[in-house]
Structures are given as structure tokens and as C-alpha cells.
């Protein structure tokens, strides 16, 4: 069986490693340069070949960077990178999964008195329901 550090070494893991040093470091810059309203809605994928990629949650969001392409490029280029070109992409990210509904009991107070009540009410079908109610708080 292999060692884990020899499997660390394969030259696929090595290159998705350099991939994902290179993400973080464009990320990082476009949180220093970037507005905090739009680099929340947005991250930055790379920098390669004098190009800034960018891939924003919506549409809204593409076209406000967009519009401020010229400020950053002037602000990327105070920080020290060699860009000429933004590119905007938008990525919609998957909705997220649906809170669970929280089931909401009835105090043993309220069962009782829901009974009470059905009990004044029998034989309607107000008190038959709030019959049903009050045994399934129980």
C-alpha cells in the first residue's frame, strides 16, 4: 500500500494544487481592490495571460463590475499585477436546500385545555376537530 505522502506527490494533485494557489491569490487581490457591495456577490477564478477572471452570482452583479472595469484596472494596477482585461462570467450558484420545517408542538397546558373545550363542543364538528387536536398534542 502506498504511503499518503507519495500519493500527495502524484503530478495531477501537484497541478490542482499550483490551480488552486493561483485561484486564491487572484481572490485575495480582488478583495483588496474590488468594492465591498460587489466582491461579496463575486470571486475571482485566475490571472493568466494579462486577464482578470471574474465570475459573478448574478446578472446585476456583472454589469455593475462591468461598469467599474476601468477603476479596477487602475486599482490592479497600483497593486503590482500586469493586467490589461477583466472578464466578467456570471455563475449562478445551485439554491440552497430547504430548512426542514420545524414541527410545532402544543404544551400539555394547551392539549388539556383544547379538550376542555372539546368537551363543551361535542358533537360538532368544531369539537371533533379540536378533539383530534388536543390527542395528538398528547
Known amino acids: 500500500m502506498r504511503q ?64 467599474f472595469i476601468p477603476s479596477l484596472l487602475i486599482k490592479l494596477e497600483n497593486q503590482g499585477c500586469e493586467v490589461t482585461s477583466i472578464q466578467v462570467k456570471v455563475q449562478v450558484k445551485s439554491t440552497p436546500p430547504p430548512k426542514a420545517k420545524r414541527i410545532k408542538k402544543l404544551s400539555s397546558h394547551a392539549a388539556t385545555e383544547l379538550n376542555q373545550l372539546s368537551e363543551k363542543l361535542s358533537g360538532t364538528p368544531l369539537g371533533e376537530a379540536l378533539a383530534r387536536l388536543a390527542t395528538k398534542a398528547k
Open 4 to 67: 499518503f505522502n507519495s500519493l500527495l506527490k502524484q503530478p495531477e494533485l501537484i497541478a490542482l494544487n499550483a490551480r488552486n494557489l493561483e485561484a486564491q491569490a487572484a481572490q485575495e487581490i480582488w478583495k483588496a481592490v474590488a468594492p465591498d457591495n460587489l466582491a461579496q456577490f463575486s470571486h475571482a477564478s485566475s490571472i493568466k495571460n494579462k486577464q482578470f477572471n471574474l465570475f459573478a452570482d448574478n446578472n446585476a452583479v456583472a454589469a455593475k463590475i462591468k461598469l
